[in-house]
Antibody, heavy 116, light 109 residues
Framework: EVQLVESGGSLVQPGGSLRLSCAAS????????MNWVRHAPGKGLVWVSR????????RYADSVKGRFTISRDNAKNTLHLQMNSLRAEDTAVYYC?????????WGQGTLVTVSS | QAVVTQEPSLTVSPGGTVTLTCGSS?????????PYWFQQKPGQAPRTLIY???NRHSWTPARFSGSLLGGKAALTLSGAQPEDEAEYYCLITHSGAYVFGTGTKVTVL
């Protein structure tokens, strides 16, 4: 069974940093491109970032470019999102997801709240 | 980045058929945008229904089908069930990145 479990969300002050993690199991993580998607309260889904299977290629939404960094550790089947210079508008549930046609799975999400 | 637009809300009768569409500000949506469709219910994580325009996952009910229609991606729900009431989002690839649509709230009533 494919499982994605996010962790690391919490309350952080504006300008602060946070590192999210996503533990993967039940599929060949090292072969799968991975994504982070966020869902702010009362808003729609927003794609945040994606990374290719070996970590050599990454892309970001304009709203987080230069502040967020996606990475992965294929030896530990783990995906990360380093978030710096956080703003109130970054408040959301953050999901990791694979859009791989074989798996198409999402985690349950972790809540990030940016507030003073 | 492109703006991807969906109908804000649609209502369908139980057993009825409804079509959701997904259009891009940059022009026609084609198979080269590899459209996806997701279902999200309140308090739950999204679930992938359709990938690459029209392919269902093993868990996707056959009443959901994806296509291209008039320059847009489309999701058709045939034989709506009460449990299909949810928010539906499309996603397309654009310049190596992804963009979600604005979402459609489907009510089964």
């Amino acid at each position: 069974e494919v499982q994605l479990v996010e962790s690391g969300g919490s309350l952080v002050q504006p300008g602060g940093s946070l590192r999210l993690s996503c533990a993967a199991s039940g599929f060949t993580f090292s072969s799968s491109w991975m994504n982070w998607v966020r869902h702010a309260p009362g808003k729609g889904l927003v794609w945040v970032s994606r990374i290719n299977s070996d970590g050599s290629n990454t892309r970001y939404a304009d709203s987080v470019k230069g502040r967020f960094t996606i990475s992965r550790d294929n030896a530990k089947n783990t995906l990360h999102l380093q978030m710096n210079s956080l703003r109130a508008e970054d408040t959301a549930v953050y999901y990791c997801a694979t859009l791989d046609p074989h798996y198409g799975s999402w985690g349950q999400g972790t809540l990030v709240t940016v507030s003073s | 980045q492109a703006v991807v637009t969906q109908e804000p809300s649609l209502t369908v009768s139980p057993g009825g058929t409804v079509t959701l569409t997904c259009g891009s500000s940059t022009g026609a949506v084609t198979s080269g945008h590899y459209p996806y469709w997701f279902q999200q219910k309140p308090g739950q994580a999204p679930r992938t229904l359709i990938y690459d325009t029209s392919n269902r996952h093993s868990w996707t009910p056959a009443r959901f089908s994806g296509s291209l229609l008039g320059g847009k991606a489309a999701l058709t729900l045939s034989g709506a069930q009460p449990e299909d009431e949810a928010e539906y989002y499309c996603l397309i690839t654009h310049s190596g990145a992804y963009v979600f649509g604005t979402g459609t709230k489907v009510t089964v009533l």
